[in-house]
């Protein structure tokens, strides 16, 4: 008998248009662009992350927004005076191409350690970069499968994993039946765009491994919808 890999509990977290797409189209964008138009889809982000252990999000989505992954500053206070952790913020990567110090996901002051999990292909002059703002974590020799780096951040404790996207990350974490809850703020906007990013993204899935999460919550706020999903994974 196969003894199942430990994993956290996964949720993932994305506001999408109504046709699906959780950014412009690729050079349809200059600068920041929010999805979502009001703040309580912004309340909600804060509230789930600080119930995560760690949030974990694709390089290319650190690339392109810059998160920082951090919970609300008077929280941030608060549990540094506790000394009570914050989430881990981690970043997937094969190889860190493009990925800075300076980015605010390494700034100490904004939230929880910093871990860059990256594959054998990250060259010398990335790691030395990297090192000295994050533990860098090597998993995989391509890329990182992600049962490896799901048990990983099991051995490290973490029992609770927010992953904010993006959509090839996503993908990959269905592929592994590995996501336990959606929280899905739909925004009423049209982005439009073969090439535009979706929650998830990836090679799709034939309709016998179709993921068919079961609704567990709708709520109205304005005029955007902030809905809740569970995923059952039979068998
Ligand atoms: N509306 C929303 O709620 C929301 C939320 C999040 C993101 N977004 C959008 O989503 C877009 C980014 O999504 P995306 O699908 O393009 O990319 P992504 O999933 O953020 O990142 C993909 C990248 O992550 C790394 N990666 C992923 N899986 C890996 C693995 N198994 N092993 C090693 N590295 C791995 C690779 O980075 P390397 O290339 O460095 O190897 C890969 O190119 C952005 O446009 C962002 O604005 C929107």
Redesign the pocket.
């Known amino acids: 008998m196969t003894v199942p890999t430990p994993r956290p509990r996964v949720f993932i977290n994305?506001?999408?248009s109504l046709d699906g797409k959780?950014?412009p189209a690729p050079g349809r964008r200059s600068g920041r662009f929010m999805?979502s138009r009001q703040r309580e889809d912004l309340r909600r982000m804060f509230a789930l992350r600080g119930t995560a252990d760690a949030i974990l999000?694709?390089?290319?989505?650190l690339r392109?927004?810059d998160p920082d992954l951090a919970i609300p500053a008077d929280e941030h206070a608060a549990r540094r005076a506790r000394s009570q952790p914050e989430p881990l913020r981690v970043v997937?990567?094969?190889?860190?191409?493009g990925i800075t110090p300076e980015m605010k996901i390494f700034d100490p002051e904004r939230g929880g350690p910093s871990i860059v999990v990256h594959?054998a292909r990250m060259p010398a002059e990335a790691r030395a970069r990297l090192a000295p703002v994050a533990e860098l974590v090597e998993l995989?020799a391509v890329?990182?499968?992600?049962n490896d780096l799901l048990a990983w951040l099991a051995g490290r404790g973490v029992r609770t994993l927010l992953c904010?996207?993006?959509?090839?990350?996503?993908a990959?974490l269905f592929g592994a039946r590995a996501v336990d809850e959606i929280y899905l703020t739909l925004a009423p906007r049209i982005l439009g765009g073969a090439r535009a990013?979706s929650m998830v993204?990836g090679t799709g899935f034939a309709p016998d491994e179709i993921p068919n999460p079961r609704l567990a919550s709708v709520e109205q706020v304005g005029d955007e919808l902030f809905l809740r999903y569970e995923v059952s994974w039979p068998g």
């Open positions: 994305f506001a999408s959780i950014n999805m999000i694709g390089a290319s989505n392109v927004d997937v990567t094969s190889s860190a191409d594959t995989g890329t990182v499968e992600m904010e996207g993006g959509g090839d990350l996503c990959q990013p993204d």
